[in-house]
């Protein structure tokens, strides 16, 4: 029994460390770089779609159907992208640091993008758009 004993807390502790550690690395773990590119496309998707359709059952089939759609555009199968995320999603401090570069890109397109506004005068004496750093107005 002695003998017993100190192989179960060796067995314990051992399956407490692998759940410590999160979920066992997938063989078709998507990389962490096409993750980010992946996971920016649908929260992009995700934003424009909220701000257009109010109900939530409409939402729900247009982002699934768009979600699909950007999976297909990186060639990752549904199952493959559930096995990723619940990889990186048992590990807190990556998924951390993917959620923070993808805030950190779109942070930076949106500055790119609120440079190249174009602001038109609509006083009376002028009716002209301005343009504005680089940027070209369809006419």
């Known amino acids: 029994m002695k003998c017993f004993l ?4 060796i067995i314990l502790l051992n399956a407490c460390s ?10 078709n773990l998507i990389p ?13 998707i995700e934003s424009h ?15 699934n ?11 990752i199968s549904h199952k493959r992208f559930e096995e990723s995320m ?9 998924m951390q640091s993917i959620y923070a570069q993808i805030l950190d890109s779109l942070n930076k397109e949106a500055s790119l993008l609120s440079n190249d506004v174009v602001l038109i005068d609509t006083s009376v004496f002028q009716t002209q758009p301005k343009r504005i750093k680089g940027f070209k107005l369809n006419q």
Do not use: A, C, W
Not at 18 to 27: A, F, I, L, V, Y
Not at 49 to 63: E, G, P
Not at 86 to 94: D, L, M, P, T
């Open 18 to 27: 692998d759940s410590m550690n999160g979920k066992p690395t997938p063989q």
């Open 65 to 75: 159907m768009s979600g699909k759609k950007i999976l297909d555009h990186y060639s």
């Open 86 to 94: 619940e990889y990186y999603g048992s590990r807190q401090e990556v």
């Open 32 to 44: 962490r770089d096409t993750l980010v590119m992946v996971l920016k496309d649908m929260t992009l």
């Open 6 to 9: 100190p192989f179960v807390i």
């Open 49 to 63: 779609i909220q701000t257009k359709y109010l109900h939530v059952s409409r939402f729900q089939k247009t982002m």
